[in-house]
């Protein structure tokens, strides 16, 4: 883990602020009706009041990128005004290295936020990896940085948070 000081230095060359779903942006609950359809997902109204009020304000891009593909997700990127909404990723590194080749980023300058074995490949390769408290322990082991906060209870926001304190001072 890192101290302080390194966190906030990485977290303010961030560009592109990226978020894994399940068990980040929700408690990783998959809630299956009887037609075998997902019924809903509970996401964390702190974690989406900073993503659309807050962080677009730092002029800092956002996307997903998740292994399933869920109209619910579509619904709530769509709301909070996502920029990039990449599902069905079975290999995130395709959709990581299309955001970097669009912005013209390194991956210094990108933060992800996940919580599991799908995770670690980009939790090793971006300038600022952050897991949920909750998060599989070996996503942990990759991690610069681990919330406080389980996934879908406010982990996303205490992230945003720390990238305000980095890029304002505040």
Not at 43 to 52: P, Y
Not at 116 to 126: F, G, I, K, T
Not at 149 to 170: F, H, M, P, Q, Y
Request: net charge negative; with cysteine; hydrophobic share 40%.
């Amino acid at each position: 883990m890192l101290e302080k000081k390194e966190i906030l230095e990485r977290l303010r060359h961030v560009q592109l602020l990226i978020l894994d779903v399940d068990g980040v942006l929700t408690d990783g609950s998959i809630n299956i009706g009887p037609d075998g359809k997902e019924v809903y997902k509970k996401f964390d109204v702190k974690d989406g009041h900073a993503l659309k009020y807050q962080v677009h304000d730092l002029d800092v891009r956002t996307a997903i990128i998740t292994g399933r593909t869920s109209s619910i997700v579509e619904n709530r990127a769509s709301e909070l005004d996502i920029d990039h909404l990449y599902q069905g990723q079975k290999d995130k590194r395709i959709a990581f290295q299309a955001l970097l080749d669009l912005y013209a980023l390194t991956p210094a300058n990108v933060a992800y936020m996940g919580d599991d074995r799908p995770d670690v490949p980009l939790l090793e390769q971006v300038g600022f990896a952050a897991v949920p408290h909750d998060a599989h322990v070996s996503a942990k082991s990759a991690a610069h940085w681990i919330s406080s906060c389980n996934g879908g209870c406010g982990a996303v926001r205490e992230l945003i948070d720390l990238l305000i304190e980095s890029k304002t001072g505040a």
